[in-house]
């Protein structure tokens, strides 16, 4: 069983960064794949970004594409997400989860999810 912590959202202006990061417990975390998913008020929940098992692949969402980088330290069981050029539409709520394939792509089925980080971009 894997149980996933996020931190790290936080309010800031457009324009600013944030790095979210994601901890999990159990010894078998390396072997899966992480993605990071937000839901915004009102919205229905949306892949953000995902990273395979060995962190040798990453996949993003168009509208986060040269803005946020996706990472992990398996010998942490971390995952971390930077976002930076943050825009309003970018507020949400931030999750990370895990899913036994490893491959980290938005259609797998995650079983394994934190609880969430608000992400708050002013104008």
């Known amino acids: 069983q894997v149980q996933l912590v996020e931190s790290g959202g936080g309010l800031v202006q457009a324009g600013g960064s944030l790095r979210l990061s994601c901890i999990a417990s159990?010894?078998?975390?390396?072997?899966?794949?992480v993605g990071w998913f937000r839901q915004g008020s009102g919205k229905e929940r949306e892949f953000v970004a995902g990273i395979t098992w060995s962190g040798g692949r990453t996949r993003y969402a168009d509208s986060v594409k040269g803005r946020f980088t996706i990472s992990r330290d398996n010998a942490k069981n971390a995952v971390y997400l930077q976002m930076n050029s943050l825009k309003p539409e970018d507020t949400a709520v931030y999750y990370c989860?895990?899913?036994?394939?490893?491959?980290?792509?938005?259609?797998?089925?995650?079983?394994?999810w934190g609880q969430g980080t608000q992400v708050t971009v002013s104008s």
């Open positions: 159990g010894r078998t975390f390396s072997r899966y794949g």
């Open positions: 989860a895990a899913e036994l394939t490893g491959l980290g792509q938005p259609d797998a089925l995650y079983p394994h």
